[in-house]
């Protein structure tokens, strides 16, 4: 199994822009004390993302939510000392982030209040890529886009992007920024791994059809693709399903089938249960980015060695068959 200082970094475009980002990107969500299965510890993280930044991960992503701006203040200080030029900062905007009036949501008020803190946080001068972190049911998309090609034109806003909505929101989104103008949705972060493929039935045809980049979030479905779980057996102490059900609803039959194929391409290719998953991402066409987790530096140098792993066409459909994509499926937004 190859470590991360044994395997090269590839760089690809986002979507149909010249912006050139990793082919893995670092997700920091991790990187606070919001919740048990997060890092807790500032001085662990900030290494941890340099580790990555010297493994040549150029792509980072994390959220003004993420910990009510802790993560974007860790990745403003692990940043410190590195290429900015070289760097592509995502960060995004939606959710609530105090009680209260105007504190979340999508209008042009709560936009431009949380770039600027989003910036502070992050001690740069602009953001590469800017997401909108849901779809917001109660501001009119022309007000969220007319403020957001605002924020490019002023030079904080580098590119924009979007993240987990339905398709006929994203595809109203493109017409209207089509048709007034507006800076268009570069790329979209939908959840998709190998045992959560509803977006193959919503938002990735619409990707692939208007030349968008994809960066999909959970690639390895909160670590239950990592095979560090088995079927009956009591859920370990510090992963993340002893303390988030967001990865323990993977325990399916259906999801287990999948994890069985996973476990033995990757002992047929000598490689890991993660390194086969996240390759089957970064064969799909419509994916430039899977945005990677890892809590500890070995899970970073496993991540990092999926690039190393191939797959052929008979084996992705093996890794397939258990399932069929299916929009809407229940539980999801």
């Not at 969220?144 to 034109?153: G, I, K």
């Amino acid at each position: 199994m190859a470590s991360k200082s044994d395997v090269e970094m590839e760089y690809t475009r986002l979507g149909e822009t010249g912006l050139e980002v990793s082919r893995l990107a670092l997700g920091c969500l991790n990187f606070g004390s919001g919740q048990p299965w997060m890092m807790n510890d500032r001085e662990a993280s900030v290494e941890l993302a340099r580790s990555a930044l010297d493994a040549g991960v150029n792509f980072l992503d994390t959220a003004n939510a993420y910990s009510r701006g802790e993560s974007e203040s860790i990745v403003g200080e692990a940043i410190e000392g590195y290429d900015r030029e070289e760097l592509v900062l995502a960060t995004k905007v939606y959710f609530d982030m105090g009680d209260g009036p105007n504190k979340g949501g999508l209008s042009r008020k709560h936009v431009f209040d949380q770039i600027r803190g989003s910036l502070d946080r992050l001690g740069t001068g602009y953001v590469d890529l800017y997401q909108i972190h849901r779809w917001d049911e109660h501001t009119p998309v022309e007000e969220t886009l007319s403020a957001l090609d605002a924020l490019v034109e002023e030079g904080l806003v580098r590119y924009v992007g979007a993240s987990t909505m339905a398709g006929w929101q994203f595809s109203k989104a493109l017409h209207v920024a089509d048709v007034e103008n507006y800076e268009r949705f570069v790329c979209m972060q939908p959840e998709y791994n190998l045992v959560d493929r509803h977006e193959e039935a919503n938002l990735l045809p619409i990707c692939a059809d208007q030349g968008v980049g994809v960066v999909p979030w959970s690639p390895l479905a909160g670590g239950f693709l990592a095979g560090k779980y088995e079927r009956g057996e009591a859920i370990p102490e510090g992963t993340r399903a002893a303390d988030d059900e967001y990865t323990e609803r993977r325990f399916t039959d259906e999801n287990w089938r999948v994890l069985d194929v996973v476990r033995e391409l990757a002992a047929e290719k000598d490689a890991t249960p993660a390194q086969v998953s996240l390759a089957w991402l970064l064969h799909k066409d419509v994916v430039d980015a899977p945005i990677v987790g890892p809590r500890r530096e070995d899970h970073l140098a496993d991540n990092l060695g999926a690039l190393d792993v191939s797959l052929t066409d008979d084996e992705m459909a093996r890794l397939e068959e258990p399932i069929f994509p299916q929009w809407p499926v229940e539980g999801k937004d």
